[in-house]
């Protein structure tokens, strides 16, 4: 007997309280998350696929981005759906200033994120018998300290997560009851996927996988066998050409040039994991995604998840054996291995390939929602086994309740939490804001203990620039970016390159004088130092400066 059932009287109003009071949270706070690295540069996308639309269909407007033609642009490759459509709504707006412009795509980030949680709870209802399971499978997804901030700046990897949670949701739908309705459904969230990033075609690939599965274990008609699946693949085929305009030239050329490319996308930089720096570009060792995974999952939900995996994996084994596939029409047990493949074929790949990561793992967290899944089957495995039933809710509370903690500690940089396994030192060991956002709080900071009109400053990067212009207009008139270091009063600094991350180990000039840090937790990510009074002592050039003595 169900303790609780969906026909609980408190249940509905329980859960709409849950996404209005996480839609009115997000809303409020996403205006504190500064700008990253890659934003402006997607924003360009979208101007230079407009541009060619235009040009496509006749239509006599402005050109955004005269610099650049879609079919010789240098990142053609990458999915344009969002970017696009934000550019577009942005024009209709009449938006005209930067920091319009990046809050514009920061909404615009969280709400399709937030509907992507709608997709999340919907699947979560489907699999789990009764509301307790479904409140707490939502609160391991949002509760991903990492995710959870990536949510309201990400325009890609977050945007990504969004499509995926959808294709998830109708992929496991679909292969329960693949109707032409759900079909269609699937087909349309896979293409989408597909549009926000290319890595997105595991979802069709895994689809015919399972769908071929799912014929050895239900006995059907030829026509009741093809249809299904060649509605869902040509619906799929037909968005992701729709919604990525350059594959309209040679559909089936340019997506197979794309898949290629980025499958060995170069990225020229480095990263820091473990105290060592590594070119991704040259190959990583294979522990850099599981490395990251452990360190930055919260401990709790990896050990429920590792319970899921040994779950699923120990229902598997003798049907397998068996080579029978009986198992399949067992909802629960069918849903826990579709999910659990989505997690683990993907991470399998990029082991395998030696595939080009960087920035912590977050061209990865689109496995992460699956990976959610397989860690709340794991606690309803290990609850029913218990006869101490109080024990499992406990040990989720606590999980959940101190990551929530953590999380409003490190507000708003949840992008940049460690769990304990990530030892101390952290700064040290592993990249921290690689993105620079912490650049906005860095300004707010200054700006409450200097009252000077006008404070001249250099940034090391050019999140800096673009954190300076994303403030409101009357802070940033208050500041005045030097373009040479000489004559700054403040340099600010993320540490990401080797370089300063090593003089500032050293504590030498520009470090001398340091004003204030923005930490995460208690790791500092970024430092302002004061530079103005050792100007007219310092000879040679950034890299090389060494002070005179006085």
Not at 271 to 293: I, K, N, T
Not at 313 to 328: D, G, H, I, M
Not at 534 to 543: F, M, S, T
Request: glycine residues 8%; proline residues 5%.
């Amino acid at each position: 007997m169900r303790f609780f059932s969906y026909s609980d009287i408190h249940f509905p109003w329980l859960i709409r309280a849950f996404f209005l009071v996480y839609l009115l949270l997000g809303l409020w706070i996403t205006p504190d998350y500064g700008v990253s690295w890659d934003e402006p540069i997607q924003r360009r996308h979208g101007m230079v696929t407009t541009d060619y639309i235009n040009r496509v269909f006749g239509i006599e407007a402005e050109r955004y981005d005269e610099a650049y033609e879609l079919e010789t642009y240098e990142h053609r490759y990458y999915g344009v759906l969002f970017t696009t459509l934000c550019f577009k709504v942005e024009r209709i707006l009449g938006l005209q200033t930067w920091r319009q412009h990046h809050l514009l795509r920061h909404y615009a980030v969280f709400l399709l994120f937030w509907t992507g949680t709608i997709a999340f709870y919907l699947l979560l209802r489907y699999r789990f018998p009764n509301w307790k399971w479904v409140l707490a499978g939502m609160l391991f997804l949002l509760l991903f300290p990492r995710l959870f901030g990536h949510s309201f700046f990400n325009v890609k990897d977050a945007v990504l997560v969004s499509a995926v949670l959808w294709a998830m949701y109708t992929m496991v739908r679909f292969l329960d009851d693949p109707r032409w309705t759900w079909a269609l459904a699937h087909g349309l969230a896979s293409g989408i996927a597909i549009d926000v990033r290319i890595v997105a075609v595991v979802i069709p690939a895994l689809t015919v996988a399972w769908w071929l599965v799912r014929l050895l274990s239900v006995r059907t008609s030829l026509a009741k066998a093809i249809i299904p699946i060649g509605v869902y693949g040509l619906v799929a085929f037909l968005v992701t050409v729709a919604g990525w305009p350059y594959l309209w030239g040679d559909p089936i050329g340019h997506l197979l040039e794309a898949y290629r490319v980025m499958g060995h996308y170069q990225w020229g930089g480095e990263v820091r994991l473990w105290g060592e720096f590594l070119y991704p570009a040259g190959g990583l060792p294979w522990y850099y995604l599981p490395s990251w995974m452990l360190i930055t999952i919260p401990v709790g939900i990896t050990l429920f998840f590792l319970a899921g995996m040994g779950r699923v994996c120990y229902r598997l084994a003798r049907p397998l054996v068996k080579l029978s596939f009986e198992w399949f029409r067992e909802k629960d047990l069918r849903t826990d291995a579709i999910l659990f493949s989505l997690f683990i074929i993907p991470v399998g790949m990029v082991l395998l390939k030696g595939s080009v990561l960087y920035d912590d793992w977050r061209q990865m967290y689109f496995v992460y929602p699956s990976y959610a899944v397989v860690a709340l089957s794991g606690v309803e495995g290990l609850h029913w086994r218990l006869r101490q039933k109080w024990l499992m809710p406990l040990l989720v509370a606590i999980t959940l309740g101190g990551t929530w903690i953590q999380m409003v500690r490190y507000h708003p940089l949840q992008h940049v939490y460690f769990n304990f396994l990530a030892g101390t030192n952290r700064e040290q060991r592993f990249e921290q804001d690689y993105w620079g956002l912490s650049y906005k709080q860095a300004f707010e900071a200054i700006l409450e203990i200097d009252t000077s009109e006008v404070i001249p400053f250099y940034c090391q990067n050019f999140p800096g620039t673009a954190n300076h212009a994303f403030l409101p207009k009357e802070k940033e008139d208050r500041f005045v970016q030097v373009w040479q270091e000489r004559g700054a009063k403040y340099y600010l600094t993320n540490y990401r390159e080797r370089g300063e991350f090593k003089r500032s180990r050293k504590g030498v000039f520009p470090f001398l004088d340091p004003v204030l840090f923005i930490k995460a937790g208690n790791t500092p990510v970024l430092g302002v130092y004061r530079v103005d009074k050792y100007w007219d002592r310092v000879e040679g050039e950034k890299g090389n400066w060494k002070l005179k003595p006085e």
